[in-house]
């Protein structure tokens, strides 16, 4: 969660830059810029994960009426919302039920990251349970995102999270074959995932030009070109928490999301320990900043070993 929130402040100044300004500008970018509302401060990448984890925490598993009132809730426009995401809501808010709002936008449902993006606390508490965490994933999803790939997304990025979580990062990570069980993940309906997942494993035999990487996985705000770039990052760079997130970062596009879910990965693999301090220190820590995250987590933890 906290490696959520690093990617997200990390990648958020850079938003929307194509790959070469941002090498122009900053070579790789490897330090907080003072962007938006600050250097370290999130934006909705965090702020949804932060509902998603309070809800779990206080019902211990899911409750969609009250995951949906509190993206409502914590909702700031300041932090950068997607478009359909903020349709849902103002249809929550006006009263419609949470499982039905994300179906109506878009006509049919909206594929975007946004419900990929703030999954890590689910891919956590269901780290040990494939079949629910992608039964919670969904549902989480469809509060805003109920587009097939919308959901597919949040499971993907979900079942990342916990193969990450279940592996020890003093081991070589054996990449291929953590490509090759996500692609075993992956719902029928899901096909673009699956070539998407195969494309990073030709990836992985060389060491291919931006460009490539670009082109082949995407860097845009849907999930289906953003949740595979995510994973390419961490697995290409799986050694090191700083390089896989600085290097999700430097694809340019939809940087802070990319880097939200690329952290997200990537510190469940290397855990708080392996985030930079001079990142953690500077991210924002008001009433729901650095350390009420870490609190979460650490509730959301506890509440496994019960
Ligand atoms: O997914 P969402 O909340 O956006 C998240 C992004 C992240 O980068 C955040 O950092 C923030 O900046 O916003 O918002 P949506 O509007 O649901 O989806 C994002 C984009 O996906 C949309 O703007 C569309 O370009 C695209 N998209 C679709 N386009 C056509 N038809 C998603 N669903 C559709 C669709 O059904
Ligand atoms: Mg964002
Ligand atoms: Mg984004």
Same mark, same amino acid.
């Not at 122009?24 to 965090?46: F, H």
């Not at 499982?99 to 269901?126: C, D, H, T």
């Given at each position: ?162 193969? !990450?979580? %279940?592996?020890? *990062? ?6 291929? #074959?953590?490509?090759? /069980?996500?692609?075993?993940? =992956? $719902? ?34 849907? !999930?289906? %070109?953003?949740? *595979? ?6 697995? #290409?760079?799986?050694? /090191?928490?700083?390089?896989? =997130? $600085? ?57 496994? $070993?019960?």
């Amino acid at each position: 969660m906290l490696g959520t929130h690093v990617g997200d402040a990390l990648g958020m100044p850079v938003e929307g830059y194509d790959y070469k300004t941002i090498e122009a500008n900053y070579g790789e970018l490897r330090q907080m810029l003072d962007a938006r509302m600050g250097a370290g401060t999130y934006t909705d990448d965090t702020e949804m994960m932060i509902g998603i984890a309070e809800s779990i925490v206080e019902y211990k598993g899911f409750n969609g009426k009250d995951m949906a009132d509190r993206f409502v809730n914590l909702y700031n426009p300041e932090r950068g919302y997607g478009r359909g995401t903020v349709s849902a809501l103002s249809l929550i808010k006006n009263g419609i039920g949470w499982n039905f709002a994300g179906e109506r936008v878009f006509g049919g449902g909206s594929f975007g990251n946004g419900s990929s993006m703030r999954i890590a606390p689910i891919g956590a508490f269901y780290y040990d349970d494939p079949n629910k965490l992608r039964e919670v994933a969904y549902d989480s999803s469809r509060i805003t995102h109920a587009h097939p790939l919308g959901k597919e997304g949040a499971a993907l990025q979900a079942f990342a999270v916990a193969n !990450a979580i %279940n592996l020890d *990062p003093s081991e070589e990570l054996d990449k291929q #074959s953590f490509v090759s /069980d996500l692609i075993r993940f =992956v $719902a029928d309906e899901g096909e673009i995932y699956r070539t998407k997942l195969q494309y990073i494993k030709e990836l992985l035999e060389g060491v291919p030009h931006k460009a490539e990487v670009i082109n082949k996985l995407g860097h845009d705000s849907s !999930a289906p %070109n953003s949740v *595979p770039t995510a994973i390419y990052a961490f697995i #290409s760079h799986s050694h /090191d928490f700083e390089d896989s =997130v $600085a290097y999700a970062v430097s694809l340019g596009g939809d940087t802070d999301t990319i880097g939200a879910m690329t952290g997200a990965t990537s510190g469940a693999y290397h855990g708080k320990r392996g985030i930079p301090k001079r990142w953690l220190d500077v991210l924002e820590n008001g009433e729901r900043g650095r350390n009420y995250i870490e609190t979460l987590a650490e509730k959301l933890w506890e509440l496994k $070993a019960l």
